[in-house]
């Protein structure tokens, strides 16, 4: 089975609607991140979290929330979707201390979303 | 701050041919760099690491890379491609202080054909 795991893979939504993409982990990494792909941009940090009460904002945070349920959920929300937030989403994992100090990330295979 | 530029976008090369996917980075502190690599329809996967040490870093799938510190350089090469090494290729960074948040570069798309 996979370490990091995303669901939907894909999914097809309205503007205005509300959406959210989860992630799952049985790595048991404290540290877990939020990224989105736009091509030609590579990958831009959305969220990040360094355990279950520790949330913090990266690049490009407007226009999505985060929730951190348990040391292995973290999902991503998108309160009203907009046409220029259809991109690729990637969760990844780290863990605190050792590899994390170095920034090893492992990463899920990504959920497309298209907001039409 | 830091950031990582890679310098070309796409990469076109023929089957058993060298490759060399250029990076360079700008930090003012010490830095770990990093190479990932997208296989369409994938996720993204560590090809290879520089943590300290010798600056010649050798990866998975026959890939090497050189930090390079007074070029501010993270190159990574290949001596003879395979159609199997079509993908997206990624150089990030960690500078001492980022509290483990990895800055990646845009990204090269490697289009190895026969």
């Known amino acids: 089975d996979a370490d990091v795991t995303q669901t939907p893979r894909n999914r097809i939504t309205k503007t205005g609607k509300r959406i959210m993409l989860e992630c799952s982990q049985t790595?048991?990494?404290?540290?877990m991140y939020w990224y989105r792909q736009d091509p030609g941009l590579g990958l831009r940090l959305i969220y990040y979290?360094?355990?279950?009460?520790?949330?913090n904002k990266g690049e490009i945070s407007d226009g999505y929330s985060v929730s951190r349920q348990a040391q292995a959920k973290f999902s991503l929300s998108l309160e009203s979707a907009i046409p220029n937030q259809t991109a690729l989403y990637f969760c990844?994992?780290?863990?605190?201390?050792?590899?994390?100090?170095?920034?090893?990330?492992?990463f899920g295979p990504g959920t497309r979303l298209t907001v039409l | 701050a830091q950031s990582v530029t890679q310098l070309d976008s796409q990469v076109p090369v023929f089957e058993e041919a060298p490759v060399e996917l250029r990076c360079n980075y700008s930090?003012?502190?010490?830095?770990?760099l990093f190479w990932y690599v997208q296989y369409p329809n994938q996720g993204l996967q560590l090809l290879l690491k520089?943590?300290?040490?010798?600056?010649l870093v050798k990866g998975i799938n026959g890939f090497e890379a050189e930090f390079n510190k007074s070029q501010t350089s993270f190159h990574l090469r290949k001596p003879s491609v395979h159609i199997s090494d079509t993908a997206e290729y990624f150089c990030?960074?960690?500078?001492?202080?980022?509290?483990?948040?990895?800055?990646f570069g845009k990204g090269t798309k490697l289009s190895v054909k026969p």
């Open positions: 990030a960074v960690n500078g001492a202080g980022s509290q483990g948040n990895l800055i």
């Open positions: 990844a994992t780290s863990d605190l201390g050792g590899a994390s100090e170095w920034g090893e990330q492992f």
């Open positions: 520089y943590l300290s040490g010798s600056t």
């Open positions: 790595k048991g990494h404290d540290r």
């Open positions: 979290s360094f355990d279950v009460k520790d949330i």
């Open positions: 930090s003012s502190v010490s830095v770990y």
